[in-house]
């Protein structure tokens, strides 16, 4: 998906262990984004980067850390999983700017998802 | 606090039927509102987007009706086929608190689309 790579695709882990996502892309884009889709609730952001060692929260972020050590990679860590943070996690690149929809247009590029199940 | 409120939750079409999505928002600082499309199993593609200078904009069979007074939008799609079934999300981005884009995009909770044969 226009190179970007989540891994794992899936996992079912237990209550209380800690779990990382990993996105990667290959197109070196400054803005990467962690999502979380649910039911009920579409897509909500957890946290955002917007340069390495840069990141800041979204709306749902208790629970969850990131890091961004380089640029092509963004991951999500759940330092104690919760059956709360069974979700399916999307992982997202900006490719906004003057060519793609003007200033100021935030056009996302998501990857296939990341499906996390916490018993 | 729902910044993007979307209706209806799901929506049944008959094929070559037009489907329509309303979403609206509060927060005049929005300045883009894109729509995105998901297939089962696939991370959302965005499928068309508008800015608030304009009242209407069209690519194909699917239009972005904008009304800025009334703080709404809406997505049409015409002749709908069954190939269009999927979710569908608008969302909205716009400007931070120096005039520059924050840079986030929020979403609507979805809307369910099933295009009947």
């Known amino acids: 998906d226009a190179g970007i790579t989540q891994s794992p695709r899936h996992k079912v882990t237990e209550t209380g262990t800690p779990v990382t996502l990993r996105c990667h892309q290959t197109e070196n884009h400054r803005y990467m984004y962690w999502y979380r889709q649910d039911p009920g609730h579409g897509l909500r952001l957890i946290h955002y980067s917007y340069g390495v060692k840069d990141t800041d929260k979204g709306e749902v972020s208790d629970g969850y850390s990131v890091s961004r050590s380089k640029t092509e990679d963004f991951l999500l860590t759940l330092e104690s999983a919760t059956s709360s943070q069974t979700s399916v996690y999307f992982c997202a690149i900006r490719k906004g700017g003057l060519k793609t929809g003007g200033s100021g247009a935030n056009v996302l590029t998501f990857g296939a998802g990341s499906r996390l199940t916490v018993l | 606090q729902q910044q993007v409120k979307q209706s209806p939750q799901s929506l049944i079409v008959q094929k070559g039927g037009i489907s329509i999505i309303n979403c609206a928002y509060e927060n005049t600082a929005f300045d883009y509102f894109p729509w995105y499309q998901q297939f089962p199993g696939k991370g959302p593609a965005l499928l068309i987007a508008i800015r608030p200078d304009v009242s209407e904009k069209k690519e194909g069979r699917f239009t972005i009706s904008f009304n800025k007074s009334a703080k709404q939008f809406s997505l049409h799609i015409m002749d709908s086929q069954p190939g269009d079934s999927a979710t569908y999300f608008c969302?909205?981005?716009?400007?931070?608190?120096?005039?520059?884009?924050?840079?986030?995009?929020?979403f609507g909770k979805g809307t369910l689309l099933t295009v009947n044969p």
């Open positions: 969302a909205a981005s716009g400007r931070g608190a120096g005039g520059g884009s924050n840079y986030k995009l929020t």
